[in-house]
């Protein structure tokens, strides 16, 4: 007694090679077919796009965040002098930052003087933000050692201040040139306080790639900060750099047993978590949304599956009176619409990740065609649109465009093999 054929034979798929290249003049058929493989590849392209647009975005807002500013910043609460002023300043910095530096996980831990005020050259004014910090902390900075761009030489740090690109453009000035800069706190005489005054060279221009740093951000030797700011054996902050800046959350209870009762933390999530909650949000919102486009390229997949079995009823039924079963039919337009996803899918997975290659050169020319402009920093924080393929972002969208190609396809092969191979004959 002969065997059954296996799942899947031979013969299986050399009917569904032949129904998928029918021609126009039966049916139309290989139509619906190019638009359904069309429609699958666009969805899993721009969802593979999308997913990398999102995932480098947050990995370049990120990577900003951490490489220029503090993971944990550490300051005294106030404090009552003789005077009966409000002192937040710590005096012991040098102690005070060792002890932090003894934490495990701690990388660095810097004392700063840090001051808000005006900059001016040639007539040019700009609010900037002064951050007073020793050169052997600053070279530990890696958006500012090794920025996007950068002119001057750090190594003359101390002589100097280095200053933002942004900085550097709004008062029109380069490398070599000085800058005044003014603060309202000054010397305090019988008539006041007067307004404090110095010109210093701009020996380094840094551009680090995010808006507010480039800016805004001034670094200031931290002897000349101290005197400047009146901050004369203080320091206002300790800026600590840690080893797992996710998991920061871990580092804050050792940090505060180190740094005293008057300390008080804030951290890098502290500073942006509203923000990139914001994005976790968009994250899952675009994700769906772009989960109902590769739906509806899937649902191509049924419309044209019901016109090859409409079709191909006569067909149906010779082959049912040659002894296919119900299984065999089912498999039969089973693979053809499952073909058409697969092939979609593996085209919008090289589309995808050759946008997301290739993205700069493709926003240069979209930039072009459009004018310029359509980037603008001042409201996204970072100066490009970055891109970062993810092993993870793609099999989540193969898994997406697959499972729903091979689930829709189902339906349509299920009423094909159920077809009554009496009622597909009966006319002819």
């Known amino acids: 007694m002969a065997l059954p054929p296996p799942p899947f034979a031979g013969f299986e798929w050399m009917i569904a090679w032949r129904y998928l290249r029918a021609r126009r003049a039966e049916g139309g058929v290989s139509v619906m077919t190019w638009i359904s493989l069309i429609g699958i590849t666009l969805a899993v392209m721009a969802l593979i796009a999308t997913l990398a647009v999102r995932a480098g975005f947050r990995a370049e807002f990120v990577d900003t965040i951490l490489g220029a500013n503090a993971h944990v910043t550490v300051y005294h609460s106030a404090e009552v002098r003789e005077n009966g002023q409000l002192d937040r300043t710590i005096q012991d910095y040098d102690a005070f930052a060792e002890r ?15 001051g808000q005020v005006m900059a001016s050259a040639g007539g040019r004014n700009a609010g900037i933000e002064v951050f007073g910090i020793t050169e052997e902390n600053l070279m530990t900075i890696p958006r500012i050692v090794a920025p996007q761009e950068a002119y001057g030489d750090i190594e003359r740090f101390g002589e100097g201040v280095a200053i933002g690109s942004g900085v550097a453009r709004e008062l029109g000035v380069v490398a070599g040139d000085k800058i005044k800069v003014i603060s309202p706190n ?3 005489t019988a008539f006041g306080t007067s307004p404090r005054v110095k010109a210093y060279e701009v020996v380094y221009v840094f551009t680090a790639g995010r808006y507010d740093i480039d800016r805004t951000r001034v670094y200031m030797p931290f002897a000349e900060a101290q005197v400047f700011f009146n901050r004369e054996g203080r320091a206002d902050e300790i800026e600590v750099m ?5 998991a920061v959350e871990d580092m804050t209870l050792p940090l505060l047993r180190a740094a005293g009762d008057r300390a008080i933390l804030w951290t890098w999530k502290d500073a942006s978590g509203g923000f990139l909650k914001a994005l976790d949000i968009e994250d899952n919102v675009m994700f769906v949304i772009l989960s109902i486009l590769v739906l509806i390229a899937a ?4 419309s044209g599956l019901i016109m090859l079995v409409k079709n191909k009823g006569r067909d149906i039924g010779i082959l049912r009176t040659f002894g296919l079963t119900e299984g065999a039919v089912l498999r039969v337009f089973f693979i053809c619409g499952a073909f058409t996803g697969l092939i979609g899918t593996a085209l919008g997975v090289l589309l995808g990740c050759l946008f997301a290659i290739y993205i700069d050169p493709i926003f240069a020319i979209v930039n072009g065609v459009s004018g310029g402009g359509i980037w603008d920093p001042a409201v996204r924080g970072i100066s490009f649109l970055p891109a970062k393929l993810q092993f993870n ?3 989540s969208a193969v898994a997406l465009s697959l499972g729903l ?3 829709v396809t189902i339906f349509p092969a299920r009423r094909a093999a ?3 191979p009496v009622e597909a004959l009966r006319y002819e």
Do not use: C, W
């Open 100 to 114: 932090l530096r003894a934490v495990q996980g701690v990388t660095r831990a810097a004392p700063l003087v840090k």
């Open 186 to 188: 000054g010397v305090k």
């Open 242 to 246: 840690v080893a797992a800046p996710d």
């Open 299 to 302: 649902m191509n997949i049924v």
């Open 393 to 395: 972002d793609v099999m």
């Open 405 to 407: 190609s091979f689930v």
């Open 418 to 420: 159920r077809m009554n």
